[in-house]
């Protein structure tokens, strides 16, 4: 075979990868292979989600509806957004991180152009009424975004029964290689593009596409759906197991977000008379990763704003431990941590006391 030959092979297996992984999208979430566009990351996909709707709609209006819970990749993009004219309404949640859908309501405005609410949160796991959301959005023909960075591949999810237009989606968090994510775009809703350059992903995002990293991207999300019910399940178990276990052996706690309506592998619980980042140091000492609030403002010494509008009062948003249980993980893992904490936790409270 010539050069050339090769070239255009070769060009070739790399566009049916690239088409397969498309279709593995759209099948985990019920969309059609051409409203998948591929980016570098969670954060690219919010990004282009709020920017480019704004800059498409601006005419139509400037205002847009989020909730104060959001990762910072949603709000900075909002920030930013301010700063170029547009208004952003930023909606309280009640003590379990829950969006109030009356006050969502209540804000929405003539010129209200876009919402755009977290599908789950990323530090108390936390799952919203996507769809009533979505029901209201379409009644008021307003475009509606939901960053499921950390729902995809944990709940299911249908673009057309809930009515979303726009989704965020990050490989790395489902079990997929790091560097590579997916913004869905509803047939027929505009956005403009904020990266310029060359005309991949039909326009709207310049840049070459990651293949391996697209491919794996579509491969984990099939997989992430093939096993939900089993994964779920386990997961659930384990996390039941913990919050009890630290419920029975460690006083003055305060289990965050809701007990039902969460990620399966997501707890948070708030430990008072301690400062979560010593308790972070000494996990670690034994083997454990954990966080505080999220994981991108870890080594912040502000208290994470997600348990901050959740009302948890500082001191108590300070000594928040927040662990993720994945698909590696066992009861004995479970066991192992509860053992630590009950043995670490009244130290770290002893040390604090004043004295
Ligand atoms: C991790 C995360 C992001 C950012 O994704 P990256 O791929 O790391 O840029 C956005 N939103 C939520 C909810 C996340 O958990």
Redesign the pocket.
């Known amino acids: 075979m010539g050069m050339l030959l090769l070239f255009i092979a070769n060009g070739r297996k790399a566009k049916r990868a690239l088409e397969q992984a498309r279709e593995r999208v759209a099948k985990a979430i019920g969309s059609k292979p051409k409203e998948i566009y591929f980016t ?7 990004n282009l989600a709020l920017k480019g709707i704004a800059y498409a709609n601006q005419e139509k209006g400037k205002h847009i509806i989020t909730s104060k819970i ?5 709000l900075e993009a909002c920030k930013t957004l301010e700063k170029q004219g547009f208004e952003v309404t930023y909606l309280n949640v009640d003590e379990k991180g829950f969006v109030l859908i009356e006050e969502l309501e209540r804000n929405i405005r003539k010129d209200t152009i876009l919402i755009s609410i ?1 599908f ?3 530090e108390i796991g936390t799952l919203q009424p996507i769809s009533e959301i979505g029901r209201i959005a379409r009644a008021h023909h307003i475009l509606f975004h939901t ?4 729902a995809i591949g944990n709940v299911k999810i249908d673009v057309e029964e809930m009515n979303i237009d726009l989704l ?1 989606m ?4 489902f079990y997929g290689p ?2 590579v ?1 997916a913004l869905y775009v509803r047939e027929g809703v505009k956005v403009e593009r904020i990266q310029d350059g060359g005309h991949q992903e039909k326009n709207k995002r310049a840049g070459t596409e990651n293949i391996p990293g697209i491919v794996g991207l579509g491969k984990a999300v099939e997989l992430a759906y093939e096993n939900l019910e089993q994964y779920n399940e386990k997961l659930t178990k384990l996390r039941e197991h913990y919050i009890s276990q630290v419920q029975e052996k460690i006083p003055e706690i305060k289990i965050n977000g809701d007990r039902e309506k969460r990620l399966p592998g997501n707890a948070n619980i708030s430990f008072s008379g301690i400062e979560g980042e010593e308790l972070l140091l000494k996990l670690d000492e034994r083997g454990i990763c954990s966080s505080t609030g ?3 403002s870890s080594g912040m010494p502000n208290p994470s704003h997600v348990l901050l509008a959740i009302g948890l009062p500082k001191e108590l948003a300070y000594g928040s431990l927040r662990i993720t249980i994945g698909e590696e993980n066992t009861k004995e893992d479970i066991d192992f941590l509860v053992e630590q904490l009950t043995e670490i936790i009244p130290r770290l409270r002893e040390n604090s006391k004043p004295r």
């Open positions: 570098a990351c969670g954060s690219e996909s919010d959001e990762h910072p990749a949603v977290m789950a949160n990323n960053d499921s960075v950390q965020s990050s490989a790395h968090k790091k560097g994510g999220s994981a991108c």
